[in-house]
């Protein structure tokens, strides 16, 4: 039997409610670990931004490096704006793309994380967004792809690329305004 085939004869699941349940309680130990994989990944970019402005100003001693204090805030600040309200952003995400269960919640959170904390170990930036929308993406796949609104995918999909050149043309207008503004002053 496969999960397709268990998912419509609710009879074959041995007590489901129980499990929801847990799933669910685990589901706040995925959100919790995608929270902190989100700080530890993302937040990177912005301790980047503080640690060049700490060394601009002459705040920082010696060759430039990102203080501790530094790395702890912006990753606690990350994580906790992940955790009251990335749940809502999945949830979104999940109920449009395809319909979750609390299993299928946790799957996908902990891919997500577990993506996400590769990536940081590695060095490599990656959006969170684009992440857990590819973990759901899959764990609909997985239990059946006619699951997955493609359509809704597509989109998402069409959206991300657009959003690239489109912040590109709009950072150019922005200088070419202010490079003139700066001539004429």
């Known amino acids: 039997m496969t999960v397709g085939q268990a998912e419509t004869l609710p009879h074959c699941i041995p007590n489901k409610d129980a499990s929801d349940r847990r799933f669910r309680v685990l589901q706040f ?24 402005l700490l060394y601009s100003q002459h705040m920082l001693d010696g060759p430039i490096h990102v203080p501790l204090w530094v ?6 600040a990350m994580a906790l704006g992940t955790l009251s ?7 979104t995400v999940g109920s ?6 609390p299993m299928q919640g946790f799957c996908a959170e902990t891919g997500g994380a577990v993506a996400l904390f590769g990536a940081t170990w590695l060095g490599i930036p990656v959006s969170t967004t ?9 764990v609909g796949a997985a239990r059946r792809p006619s699951a997955v609104r ?36």
């Open 150 to 185: 493609w359509g809704i995918a597509r989109g998402i999909v069409v959206a991300w690329g657009i959003t690239l050149p489109a912040s590109a043309a709009v950072a150019a207008i922005c200088y070419w305004i202010v490079e003139a503004v700066a001539r004429w002053t």
């Open 71 to 76: 790395v702890l805030s912006c990753q606690s």
């Open 130 to 138: 684009h992440t857990i929308t590819g973990s759901i993406v899959g």
């Open 29 to 52: 130990v995925s959100s919790s670990l995608l929270s902190l994989a989100h700080g530890g990944n993302d937040a990177q970019i912005t301790m980047g931004i503080i640690t060049v």
């Open 96 to 101: 449009k793309i395809t319909h979750l269960t």
């Open 85 to 91: 309200g990335g749940w809502r952003i999945v949830k």
